[in-house]
Structures are given as structure tokens and as C-alpha cells.
């Protein structure tokens, strides 16, 4: 009896765990719908893109000092692809904030519009507005306060502090808002609101790496023998948010493609029973 007891349990756990894995198969299947690729691609895009980021600021911290420096310093590869990147971004962000208004949704076209300033600014602080392309000289007032002495904001004493932390609050909304969303998903009334909000849960890995990593290094001060390596790799995860930013701005760029009722985004409220059933009435009575 005891026997036939322990048989059970154990094939109810197997049939438990069979579930489990089908149905995170479908939830990833789901996602790669919502993306229109297939999921191989898509779980490229979850996971391949952020851990080969990572993985190549690491390889280059391994080559030696000169390689790292070349990735991570100023003007180095890292930092150009985040300029490049973020410029894609900006470039899908005024296409999809057009596609918004023409659709009538104003509102969330005048979010996006907030969306595109916020990326103009840090494309221009990457640049130092553009000192770096001509070469100017950065006045003397700015060079006294500015620790690279250059024409941007994020370099001034203090303001780099505050702009470490709010790196953390973009990274807790790419986290913990997805997640939310997904409990409003099988509602209408939320659905196409929260997608054009909320980043899609497939990039929830690039954001949660971003967090991780800005709260440890914002809380936790490194070694003298490892400062230089840890601080240097902060410029490796900027790179992975503006990859984020990028392919969030790329999932609404083709979401947007298929059409959208005039009008707006957000759907009507679902009908009850008695207005369905006078409906019908009156399509079949016209």
C-alpha cells in the first residue's frame, strides 16, 4: 500500500514537472509571437545579446590593460556603440511616436515624444554636444567643475550620483513592470496600453542586469586592485541598457505595423450579455 502510495506521489510530481515544462514552452512560443520571429531569435535577443555584451567586456578586462581600455575608455568601442545604438533608438522612437499620432492615439505620441528628448539628451552628453566631433573648447567655468573637463552634465560632481541611481530605477521598471504586466495580459481594456508602456517581458534580462549591477555598484565600493576593472565595466552594462532601449523601441516598431483601429489604442470595455445579444438583433434586423 505504501508502495503503491509512493508510486502515485512520484508520478504526480513527474506529470507536475511535464506541465511545468509545457508551459513555459508555450510562454516562450507566446513571446516569440508577440515579437514575430521565430523563438530561436528571440531567445537571442532575451539572452544571447546582454551575455555576449558582458562576456566581451570581460574577455577584453582578460587581454590586458590596453585592450580593456580600448572597449571600455572614453571614445572606445563600448562607448561609441552605445551613441550608435542609441541613435537607432531615436531614429524607431520618432517612427513609432508619427505612427501613434496618425493612429490618433495623441497621448501615448506625446509620451513617446518625452521618450525621444530623454534620448537626445544622452545621446548629446555622449557626445559632449558635440565636442568631440569639433574639437572646441570647453569654457572655464565648466572645466572647473567637470571632472573630464568637457561640455556635458553627467561628468559634474554630484550629478553622475544622481544619474547612477536613476540607471536603478530604469532598470527596476524593466524588471518588475513586465512582470506585472503579465498579470493584466488576458485583459483588453490593458493589453495594447501596457505593451506601448511596459518593455515585453523577453527583455527583462537586459534590465535586470542593469539593475544588479548599478545597485552593487552604487552600494558596494571595490578594492583598490579591482577599481579600476569594476568601475571601467560600468561602461559594458550602459552599453547593455542602450541595447535595451533599442530593441524595446524596435518591438513597437513592428508591432505597429499591423494595423490599429483609428482612434486609439486602448480598446473598448467588453460588452455584457444583454448588449452582445442587442447587437445581434440589430445586425441581423439591418
Known amino acids: ?22 508551459s513555459l514552452k508555450n510562454f516562450w512560443a507566446e513571446g516569440a509571437r508577440d515579437w514575430k520571429l521565430s523563438s530561436s531569435m528571440a ?13 566581451a567586456g570581460a574577455a577584453t578586462a582578460l587581454l590586458g590593460k590596453h585592450a580593456y581600455k580600448a ?17 537607432f533608438a531615436l531614429i524607431l522612437g520618432l517612427v513609432v511616436m508619427g505612427r501613434l499620432w496618425q493612429k490618433g492615439s495623441k497621448i501615448f505620441a ?34 572647473a567643475i567637470n571632472k573630464q573637463e568637457e561640455t556635458n552634465l553627467h561628468n559634474i560632481e554630484g550629478v553622475g550620483d544622481k544619474i547612477k541611481w ?3 530605477l530604469i532598470g527596476s521598471y524593466g524588471t518588475i513592470f513586465p512582470l506585472l504586466a503579465l498579470l493584466f495580459r488576458a485583459d483588453a481594456r490593458y493589453r495594447e496600453a501596457l505593451s506601448l508602456l511596459v518593455p515585453h517581458y523577453t527583455l527583462l534580462p537586459h534590465f535586470f542586469a542593469t539593475l544588479v549591477w548599478r545597485l552593487q555598484a552604487n552600494l558596494w565600493k ?8 569594476i568601475t ?6 550602459e552599453l547593455v541598457l542602450a541595447v535595451a532601449f533599442f530593441m524595446f523601441l524596435l518591438f513597437q516598431f513592428r508591432r505597429l505595423k499591423s494595423p490599429v483601429p483609428q482612434g486609439g489604442i486602448v480598446e473598448q470595455l467588453p460588452l455584457n450579455s444583454m448588449e452582445r445579444i442587442n447587437r445581434l438583433r440589430y445586425q441581423k434586423s439591418h
Open 71 to 87: 572597449f571600455t575608455g572614453e571614445d572606445g568601442i563600448s562607448e561609441n556603440l552605445q551613441v550608435l545604438f542609441w541613435t
Open 222 to 229: 571595490p578594492p583598490k586592485s579591482l577599481y579600476f576593472v
Open 232 to 237: 571601467e565595466y560600468s561602461e559594458v552594462m
Open 110 to 143: 506625446l509620451l513617446y515624444l518625452v521618450l525621444n528628448i530623454g534620448i537626445v539628451f544622452i545621446v548629446g552628453e555622449e557626445i559632449s554636444w558635440g565636442q568631440r566631433i569639433f574639437g572646441w573648447e570647453t569654457s572655464e567655468e565648466l572645466k
Open 1 to 22: 500500500m505504501e508502495q503503491a502510495s509512493t508510486s502515485t506521489a512520484r508520478r504526480g510530481q513527474a506529470a507536475g514537472a511535464e506541465t511545468s515544462r509545457r
Open 166 to 168: 536613476l540607471h536603478v
Open 43 to 55: 531567445a537571442f535577443i532575451s539572452f544571447g545579446i546582454p551575455i555576449l555584451v558582458c562576456l
